[in-house]
T-cell receptor, first 114, second 111 residues
Framework: NAGVTQTPKFQVLKTGQSMTLQCAQD?????MSWYRQDPGMGLRLIHY???????DQGEVPNGYNVSRSTTEDFPLRLLSAAPSQTSVYFC?????????????FGPGTRLTVL | RKEVEQDPGPFNVPEGATVAFNCTYS??????FFWYRQDCRKEPKLLMS???SGNEDGRFTAQLNRASQYISLLIRDSKLSDSATYLC????????????FGAGTRLAVHP
């Protein structure tokens, strides 16, 4: 099992550009989510999905879109990049038997917006 | 008040020391709690889960005080390899697996 994979590992964008961060998991997990991590702050939830075709907003969804067409993949799209979106982005997945199911994180994407 | 608060540290301790971190949470309905470990420039990984009053795993002990709404993590006989950031995590009640993270406490163990 590869677990949770994310691409790219690093990305530099100019303000106004768009891009998609890829996330995939091979554990057949229903729940997938995207977080951003900024210095001095905890991870903050951007969007999450409880299954294919179902997505919802988290704490900081503005400027981001997601879709979940398959169980395995959960891409995060930046519509028009802004310097405030400079951050480390983590994708995570878990089962949903109970709220205490362990969440597995991908290695992260480090994004810089100039 | 933040939903999950931690002392950011850093805690600088010598090898072999015992160190404890505290975490306070605001949602009194929370039933389960977690400590995740995050190494520098890496992803968080689950260290311990806490469902009742506490949990122990080798050198690590997590304790829960529901009345005061805090969770603690005790590390005994610290190793150099324990150097990391420790994240206190509380699930959002009724929110599937939505997690609320503290900002983390940084631990540096020196020889």
């Amino acid at each position: 099992n590869a677990g949770v994979t994310q691409t790219p590992k690093f990305q530099v964008l100019k303000t106004g550009q768009s891009m998609t961060l890829q996330c995939a998991q091979d554990m057949n997990h229903e729940y997938m989510s995207w977080y951003r991590q900024d210095p001095g702050m905890g991870l903050r939830l951007i969007h999450y999905s409880v299954g294919a075709g179902i997505t919802d907003q988290g704490e900081v969804p503005n400027g981001y879109n997601v879709s979940r067409s398959t169980t395995e993949d959960f891409p995060l799209r930046l519509l028009s990049a802004a310097p405030s979106q400079t951050s480390v982005y983590f994708c995570a997945s878990s089962g949903m038997r109970r709220e205490s199911d362990e969440q597995f994180f991908g290695p992260g994407t480090r994004l810089t917006v100039l | 008040r933040k939903e999950v608060e931690q002392d950011p540290g850093p805690f600088n301790v010598p090898e072999g020391a015992t160190v404890a971190f505290n975490c306070t949470y605001s949602n009194s309905a929370s039933q389960s709690f977690f400590w995740y470990r995050q190494d520098c420039r890496k992803e968080p990984k689950l260290l311990m889960s806490v469902y009742s009053s506490g949990n122990e795993d080798g050198r690590f002990t997590a304790q829960l005080n529901r009345a005061s709404q805090y969770i603690s993590l005790l590390i005994r006989d610290s190793k150099l390899s324990d150097s990391a950031t420790y994240l206190c995590v509380v699930p959002e009640t009724g929110g599937y697996n939505k997690l609320i993270f503290g900002a983390g406490t940084r631990l540096a163990v020196h020889p």
